[in-house]
């Protein structure tokens, strides 16, 4: 096939396409109408070269062209949404909807309908359901406008004279997320936090004019029980002072490690992992509302081996995707949403080929897992954004 040949089969072949969608913006359509150009000049000078005529311009060899990009951009598809897994989709929002945990979560609605809300620890093992807890406690004070949160790389003053540090943080318009373990900023960070909070709040009425909402912001920290003495009489310090306009959460495995003087400003809300009939009820009711049958014997299997209600959740997922209707000996895919997490986390911070290659090895394990290539896609996708 010559030249002409072959661009004429890629024009019949655009116009079959179809029309681009209206969705497409006005520098897409301009750099596709760029890059047409480009490619149409770049083939008239190949012909010239070709016939014996002189070329204008230098070229490569046709093995090393550039690959016409305009051609990819008009066959793409845009994804503007992913649907949520079923751990997002049914965790509860509100502290009402928790049909596990009911005594804690009745707990914390007494405390939110009460004139002025504490400090919390929220003491359990990692496996117990803190964070959901937690959610659902700031959609109670707040208001659904705590659930649109964003992830940011935040700049704070360091300790040292004049320099700067960058953390990154997740935050809503009421709270602040950090955790004061693993970030080696956490102390610059949780001062400049305060700091800013303090300001807006000595600009602003104690009281929101909007829906009446209180006007203080929260503070979540995680891992608080691992954290450094010193930010540990950090916190104290900011329980002591700024309590009008700052609230703090902490969330720890145990509370050996905590100073009294933080555990008695704290109302202590202890929360053990589910028990395993509470994940297959969970997992049962999950099943009825997604349509399709889920055994008992396969909930108990995957309620016994996930340990925590998430993992099982994720676990389900994965089984359905990979086989349905279930088989006897159907397997169970545990904790691939923290394998993908890990994953995500190194590609973002290293995104080379290298990497790419290094991570292959826990890819193919994952299909070997039978976890399927569609959910490993769309966590992979949701984590890059986080």
């Keep these: ?83 949520q897994f079923w751990a997002d989709k049914y965790q509860p929002s509100s502290l009402k909807a928790f049909s596990y945990h009911k005594q ?5 609605r007494k405390c939110v309908s009460s004139d002025s809300i504490p400090h919390f620890m929220f003491k359990g093992p990692s496996i117990s359901g803190k964070k959901a807890l937690m959610t659902a406690l700031l959609g109670d004070i707040f208001g659904d406008a ?19 540090v960058v953390v990154p943080i997740t935050s809503s318009a009421h709270h602040v997320e950090l955790n004061v373990k693993s970030e080696p900023n956490a102390m610059s960070a949780l001062m400049g936090l305060v700091k800013e909070i303090s300001n807006a709040y000595s600009l602003t009425p104690q009281v929101s004019t909007l829906n009446f909402r209180p006007d203080y912001k929260v503070i979540l920290l995680y891992e608080a029980d691992r954290a ?16 009008d306009c700052c609230k703090l959460i902490l969330c720890c495995d145990d509370d050996v490690h905590m ?16 028990a395993t009939h509470q994940m297959m009820e969970f997992l049962v009711r999950i099943s009825k509302k997604e349509g399709f049958d889920l055994p008992m014997s396969l909930a108990a299997k995957i309620a016994t ?28 895919p545990i904790f691939w949403e923290e394998v993908l997490v890990e994953i995500a986390t190194k590609i973002m911070a290293d995104p080379s080929p290298k990497r790419l290659f290094l991570v292959r090895g826990k890819l193919q394990k994952l299909l070997v897992d039978f976890v399927s290539p569609q959910l490993i896609l769309q966590h992979l996708h949701r984590c890059s954004f986080y």
Aim: charged share 25%; with cysteine; net charge positive.
């Design 1 to 83: 096939m010559n030249m002409n040949d072959d661009k004429a089969s890629r024009r019949s072949y655009f116009h079959s396409s179809g029309k681009m969608s209206e969705r497409r913006t006005e520098s897409v359509k301009a750099f596709v109408a760029n890059r047409n150009k480009s490619w149409q000049s770049s083939d008239s000078n190949c012909m010239s070269c070709i016939q014996g005529r002189s070329c204008r311009t230098n070229h490569k060899s046709p093995e090393k062209k550039t690959v016409n990009e305009s051609w990819y951009i008009r066959r793409a598809n845009v994804v503007e949404s992913l649907r």
């Design 104 to 108: 804690e979560a009745q707990l914390l």
């Design 146 to 164: 705590c659930l649109q949160m964003s992830h940011d790389l935040r700049f704070f003053q360091s300790q040292r004279k004049g320099a700067q």
């Design 228 to 243: 450094p003495e010193n930010i540990l009489h950090l916190i104290k310090w900011i329980m002591d002072c700024y309590t």
């Design 259 to 274: 100073l009294e003087s933080v555990r008695n400003r704290c109302k202590v809300v202890n929360v053990n992992a589910p």
């Design 305 to 332: 081996k996930a340990k925590d209600l998430r993992s099982a959740i994720m676990a389900l997922e994965a089984c359905k995707a990979h086989n349905y209707p279930f088989a006897n000996d159907q397997p169970i």
